[in-house]
């Protein structure tokens, strides 16, 4: 039996670890109901919600992403083509967004370079484009639907004559070519502007073949000296241009004699 130093010793623990578990407990109590312990459950309650939100999230896009990509397979496969894949090249399903072609060439995303996945800088609008400058833009194609031959020019300038003289009356040109004169157009400005930027020609005259420049008065008077006039004008024109021919040297004498 033990002795009643020991039993007191027994008893004093006991009162110890009761205490002891007393006091934690309601230290454990109080700290669970502090705001600072309840605003930190909270923010980490929120952030394990946003991390679950995200995981379904991605997990769900991927999932379409992939039945897209596998029904696009699917469809290539059907018609006999080769299914490429948009970002990767090939038949993986990492990219969902494939495409194909007959050929099997890649074929990249709208707004994506061919190389390096950068995106195409969109060229911005030149200081000269404003309303008087896509005004002459339009009115350079409705002049240029009035025949497959365009002559850009200007009643005082020699230049502008000399190439008028060789392809209205050195040659027969069916149909005939058009002429505008830019210095008694309303808007002969802006459309020698504009000509300037499509065809980098600056000066008259300017003398198109369906929409293309092949120059002014010297370069009209290389081709005609060269014997390389009808073969240029027929070549670009193609069947637009039904009949170019040069007119005999005493034919041409008689229409200018005419004309004085």
Do not use: W
Not at 29 to 48: A, D, G, H, I, W
């Amino acid at each position: 039996m033990p002795s009643q130093r020991r039993m007191r010793l027994y008893v004093l623990l006991l009162a110890l670890a009761i205490i002891t578990i007393l006091y934690m407990t309601g230290s454990s109590s109080q700290t669970r109901t502090s705001p600072f312990y309840t605003k930190t459950q909270e923010v980490l309650q929120e952030q394990e919600y946003v991390d679950a939100s995200k995981q379904r999230d991605a997990g769900g896009v991927g999932s379409r992403l992939k039945v897209a990509a596998d029904d696009a397979r699917k469809a290539a496969e059907e018609k006999g083509q080769k299914f490429v894949d948009s970002i990767t090249g090939g038949d993986s399903d990492k990219a969902p967004r494939g495409r194909y072609s007959k050929d099997g060439k890649q074929q990249p995303l709208e707004g994506v370079a061919a190389v390096g996945g950068r995106t195409q800088d969109k060229k911005p609008p030149k200081e000269n484009e404003t309303e008087d400058y896509h005004d002459a833009e339009a009115e350079l194609n409705i002049i240029l639907k009035k025949s497959p031959i365009i002559i850009f020019s200007k009643t005082y300038c020699p230049h502008s004559r000399k190439a008028k003289h060789i392809l209205l009356e050195t040659f027969d040109i069916d149909p005939a070519p058009y002429v505008v004169e830019l210095d008694e157009h309303p808007i002969g400005l802006k459309l020698q502007e504009v000509l300037a930027d499509t065809t980098g020609r600056r000066t008259v005259p300017n003398v198109m073949v369906l929409g293309q420049s092949i120059g002014g008065g010297d370069q009209m008077q290389e081709l005609d000296e060269t014997d390389t006039m009808a073969k240029t004008i027929k070549k670009l024109g193609d069947t637009r241009i039904t009949h170019v021919t040069r007119r005999s040297r005493q034919s041409e004498t008689r229409r200018v004699r005419r004309r004085a």
